[in-house]
Every structure is written in C-alpha cells, then in structure tokens.
Antibody, heavy 124, light 109 residues
C-alpha cells in the first residue's frame, strides 16, 4: 500500500521560509514514472497546485508561485521536500502531497494517492 | 485557465446527479479532466482520470460526459447513495499549469 505523509511547522511568521516534507512508503521516489506533487487548500477555498517533481528529477512549478517555491527529493529518506520563501498570510492553508503515475501531469493523468495534509498558519 | 463548477447540489438516494466543470480556455481533448472526491476526515480519492477512466475501486455508477466543444465535462452519478455525499473537484491542465475547479458539495438528501 502506498502512503504519503506530510509534516512541517504548524505556525510560520510572515517573510519566513516554510519547509514541508512528504514521506513516502510503499513506493520509492526514484521508481521510474513516479511523480510527487504539492497542492494546497486555503481555508474555505479550493485547491491550488504548487509544484511537482518526477523520479528523474524533472521539476514543474505553478507559474504564479515559481519564484518562491522549490521542490527537491531525498532518495536516502524516500521523501520530497517543498520550500516556500517569503511566506505571507495568504499562504495559510492545508498542504497536501500527492503521487502521480502520469508521465505528463501538465497534459493528462491524475494524482492517484494523497496524503492527509498538514495545516500551516502564517501569522505574526 | 479556470475551471468552473457549481458550488453545491443535492439529490435523493437512488436518483441521478450531475456536476459540471467548464474550462475557460483549451479543451479536454488536449488536456484531460480528472475528478476527485473528498469526504470529511478522509484523503482525496480519484474518481475519474483521463476524461472517462474510472479509478480502481470506483463503481460504474460514476461516469463522465464531455460536450462536443470539449470545454465542458459533466460528472454523472447514478443510483445515488449516502456514501456519495462529499466534495467533488475537477482538475485539468493547459501545458503550463495544473488547475482545480472550485469544488462542488454534493448532499444526499
């Protein structure tokens, strides 16, 4: 069974850098074809895709956030890390990581497995 | 690219309900639509991917229709059951971005 689990700080101050971790089990981040994405959901709002990294280290970012977001993977710990710089109050929300087996998520395919999400509040 | 869904819908058990998803640019022929279900206290579940493919474990009560322009997709749930009560999100892309609809809350009366 493939599971994903997000972790990170629950409270971050404005202008700080947010670092979130997605731990995978049942599947390697280096397994051919695997992609892991980050999606967030502000309170009462819909979902927003942030970034995605593939098994071959190919990376894709939301055009609106690419200047502040970086995604990396750590095969030794089988995890994916999202870094968001200069956070603001509007970055408050639940952050999810999700796996895709699509080889081109920008054209087709879905996020097959999702974590439960981790709630991040940006407040001074 | 924006995806527009109705905010909410409701129907009685056993009936058929539809949830639309309309895109502002491009087409679902070029960039497929996916549908996710989110029940309280559970993870997101893929219902439909690549326009019409049911995900593993999803009953055939869930189908998708796409209009002739390929700009509007409709999730059709027949034989509605209490367990179908959830939020449903459509998702697509435009080659540069992955976009989600605003979500539709389905209430089973």
């Amino acid at each position: 069974q493939i599971t994903l689990k997000e972790s990170g700080p629950t409270l971050v101050k404005p202008t700080q850098t947010l670092t979130l971790t997605c731990a995978l089990s049942g599947l390697s981040v280096n397994f051919r074809g695997v992609g892991v994405g980050w999606i967030r959901q502000p309170p009462g709002k819909s979902l927003e895709w942030l970034a995605l990294i593939y098994w071959d280290n190919n990376k894709f970012y939301s055009p609106s956030l690419q200047s502040r977001v970086t995604v990396t993977k750590d095969p030794s710990k089988n995890r994916v890390v999202l870094t968001m710089t200069n956070v603001d109050l509007v970055d408050t929300g639940k952050y999810f990581c999700a796996r895709t087996s699509s080889d081109d998520i920008l054209t087709r395919g879905s996020f097959d497995s999702w974590g439960q999400g981790t709630l991040v509040t940006v407040s001074s | 690219l924006l995806l527009t869904q109705p905010h909410s819908t409701s129907e009685f058990p056993g009936k058929t309900v539809t949830i639309s998803c309309t895109r502002t640019s491009g087409s679902f022929a070029s960039n497929s639509v996916q549908w996710y279900q989110k029940r309280p206290d559970t993870s997101f579940t893929t219902v439909i991917y690549d326009n019409s493919q049911r995900a593993s474990g999803i009953p055939d009560r869930f189908t998708v229709s796409i209009d002739s322009s390929s700009k509007s997709a409709t999730l059709i749930i027949s034989g509605l059951q209490a367990e179908d009560e959830a939020d449903y999100y459509c998702q697509s892309s435009d080659g540069h971005n992955v976009v989600f609809g605003g979500g539709t809350r389905l209430t089973v009366l």
